[in-house]
């Protein structure tokens, strides 16, 4: 068996490989292996929101865009006077991040989708995990 056929498939999310062993109820296992696969973006923070755990966050982020990009205006968004098109909210963090820090985002897939009226787009992140703060970086990726 060939493990890419199957990771590489459309709409996969990785692989479970489970050794010859009885299945455990408990759901922990020494046998069973995951590879989980995801992608990349650094978004720029334009809201955070911290959660019923004090010093735990939530962050909505966004990326840049052009003209041709044809955002939905629904989804623009401003950062000290700059625009940015929303792509979601992060799933929860200790690591405190300002308003406009650009911070990287692991997720499984990303969506986009088109309105068949008028043509504007809009990007959503699938599964987003806040991975780290990126305070060197001053500009997110672009749509």
């Avoid at 890419?4 to 479970?16: D, F, H, P, Q, R």
């Avoid at 296992?29 to 966050?57: C, D, M, Q």
């Avoid at 997720?107 to 990126?134: C, M, Q, W």
Wanted: aromatic residues 12%.
């Amino acid at each position: 068996m060939k493990a890419t056929k199957y990771i590489n498939a459309v709409a996969s999310e990785g692989l479970m490989i489970k050794e010859d062993a009885p299945y455990s109820l408990t759901g922990s296992s020494s046998r069973i292996y995951k590879l989980k696969k995801f992608a990349e973006l650094h978004g720029i923070v334009w809201k955070k929101t911290e959660t019923k755990t004090p010093n735990v966050w939530n962050y909505d982020y966004a990326v840049s865009f052009t003209s041709q990009d044809r955002v939905d205006p629904k989804t623009i968004v401003e950062v000290k006077g700059k625009k940015y098109t929303k792509v979601g909210r992060s799933f929860s963090t200790s690591v405190d991040v300002p308003i406009g820090g650009i911070i990287t985002i692991r997720f499984h897939s990303i969506n986009l989708y088109t309105d068949p009226k008028t043509g504007l787009r809009r990007i959503v992140a699938y599964e987003p995990r806040f991975y780290e703060y990126r305070p060197g970086d001053k500009e997110p990726d672009s749509f």
